[in-house]
């Protein structure tokens, strides 16, 4: 396995280039152009409908430095899947534009609603064929660009336009769907989740994914300054406080002999060490104005607490599995 340093990473061109129409303080660029550092040569990506595809590829410019091919919302695995088996064919065949290229490193992009819901059987028909590529889950935790509707991934009391919080509900009332164990039970080679506060283990896992020998999944949490409601300079502070209260916890998964493998990232494996650094889910949610109505007219203790055992009892799951619990 090659590490990757920052340096070296400092030095290789963007190849999503800057000029493109994200959001300001949206996270989403950030990750990609980190992921994107990590690949080793020739690359692929493609993208389902979504913030990243709408807002980088405004006619007649796009900002991807590399070949980029834009998939329907429903099928971004399937695309990659399609890349893959036709440079293997062209390969064998000694013929065609892909047969030249040793290694291709092939990336998929999509977000919540296409991964969750939509995109959740192309991207489990891919897993179960072994196809080599890496599938990126950019989680802004609902359909930003279609106008903040609530997805699979939307966490639970969170307020969206299709679960607004009210008299009648207090924000969504489904939890956020465990997709990394959906994704693992398929036994692939290499799973990670990624925040874009921690860099350098950003790009270290991604190059991870590049080498692994079939797929692999990677689950980054991108704040939405618009849908969340926080102002875009905090970006960085809200994901790593996503991190600090375990909401959301940076780890890694493989497969030894044939069993997944959990080991907690250096971040997470800081508040494993010293418990009691682990920040209130508190101080997440009261940053946010998705979470507005937890807080005001009334405070919401019974949820604010539902919401915190649920957490810790991720969290504890989670140790369990990395064998420190
Ligand atoms: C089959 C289908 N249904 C609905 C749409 C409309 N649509 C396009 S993007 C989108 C939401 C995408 O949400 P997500 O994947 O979370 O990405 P984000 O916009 O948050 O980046 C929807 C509903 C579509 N393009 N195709």
Do not use: Q, W
């Given at each position: 396995m090659s590490e990757l340093t920052l340096r070296e990473a400092s030095r290789k061109p963007d190849l999503?280039?800057?000029?493109?129409?994200?959001?300001?303080?949206?996270?989403e660029p950030m990750v990609v152009r980190m992921i994107l550092k990590a690949v080793r040569g020739p690359t692929i990506a493609t993208t389902a409908t979504g913030c990243l595809e709408v807002a980088t590829t405004i006619f007649p410019y796009t900002a991807w430095n590399l070949p980029w091919i834009h998939n329907a919302f429903e099928n971004a695995a399937a695309t990659a899947s399609g890349i893959e088996a036709a440079w293997r064919a062209m390969r064998r065949k000694g013929r065609g534009p892909l047969s030249k290229y040793e290694t291709l490193d092939v990336v998929a992009f999509a977000g919540d609603g296409g991964t969750y819901d939509i995109g959740l059987q192309a991207l489990s028909g891919a897993l179960e064929r072994g196809h080599d590529f890496t599938y990126v889950l950019?989680?802004?935790?609902?359909?930003?660009?279609?106008?903040?509707q609530r997805s699979g991934g939307t966490p639970y009391a969170a307020e969206t336009t299709t679960s607004p919080a009210g008299s009648v509900i207090p924000g969504k009332r489904e939890w956020k769907k465990p997709i990394e164990d959906i994704v693992i039970a398929h036994r692939i080679p290499y799973a990670a989740t990624l925040s874009p506060a921690y860099p350098l283990d950003v790009l270290r896992k991604a190059r991870r994914a590049f080498e692994a020998d079939g797929p692999a999944f990677l689950h980054a949490i991108v704040p939405c300054s618009r849908g969340w409601?926080?102002?875009?300079?905090?970006t960085i502070m809200v994901s790593r406080l996503a991190v600090q209260t375990c909401v959301f916890p940076l780890w890694e998964c493989w497969l030894e002999k044939g069993r997944p493998v959990y080991r907690l990232s250096a971040p997470s494996e800081a508040v494993a060490k010293r418990p009691?650094?682990?920040?209130?889910?508190e101080e997440y949610l009261s940053i946010q104005g998705r979470f507005r109505h937890l807080f005001q007219p009334k405070r919401r203790d019974d949820i604010i607490k539902s919401i915190q055992e649920w957490v810790d009892e991720r969290w504890m799951q989670l140790l369990e599995k990395a064998g420190l619990g």
């Open positions: 999503l280039a800057p000029g493109h129409r994200l959001c300001a303080g949206c996270a950019i989680d802004n935790e609902a359909y930003m660009n279609t106008g903040i409601r926080f102002p875009p300079e905090k009691e650094s682990k920040k209130p889910v």
